[in-house]
């Protein structure tokens, strides 16, 4: 079990099965994996449209995703609203060009769910999903411990 745990958690074969199943989005688009994140990101998450907001809760580098909204910006596929109350704020917002990658990647990504949960009962599923938010508070606790110590 250890193993199979361990390679779980390293995500190597969901990374693979990942990239095999958005690699038509990426070369019909020209665009990259974090540009598909952050899109399918503010896609689900309308009250949370800044890049501060994206690095804070997608755990990214600032680096990756400022160079990846400015590439969907110049691209047409994110537009970019200063805040009326914060000048220093600007939020994203997905123009109807970019609704076509957004819908294919929907697709994408619930026939990526449909393999991961196949065989899969209800009850398993919430199962999953309690001992994964225990685990990813493990983690998170213990990266907290670090910074202290």
């Known amino acids: 079990m250890e193993n ?4 779980l958690l390293s995500g190597k074969h969901f990374k693979k099965l990942y990239e095999k199943k958005y690699f038509p989005i990426f070369k019909k688009y020209d665009i990259t994996k974090i540009e598909i994140e952050i899109l399918l990101f ?3 998450n309308r009250s949370y449209d800044t890049a501060r907001d994206i690095v804070e809760l ?3 580098t600032k680096s ?3 160079k990846a909204i400015d ?5 047409g596929y994110l537009i970019g609203k ?3 109350h914060d000048r220093r704020s600007i939020h994203l917002e997905i123009p109807p060009r970019a609704q076509p990658i957004v819908q294919e990647a929907l697709q994408l990504r619930n026939s990526l769910l449909d393999i991961l949960f196949k065989n899969m009962s209800n009850e398993e599923k919430l ?3 309690q001992i994964a938010r225990k685990i990813d508070c493990n983690i998170k606790e213990a990266l ?6």
């Open 4 to 7: 199979n745990l361990e390679i």
């Open 42 to 44: 503010l896609q689900h």
């Open 58 to 60: 997608k755990s990214y």
């Open 64 to 66: 990756h995703v400022s």
């Open 71 to 75: 590439s969907l910006i110049k691209n």
């Open 82 to 84: 200063l805040d009326e």
């Open 127 to 129: 199962f999953l999903d």
């Open 144 to 149: 907290e411990n670090e910074k202290i110590n």
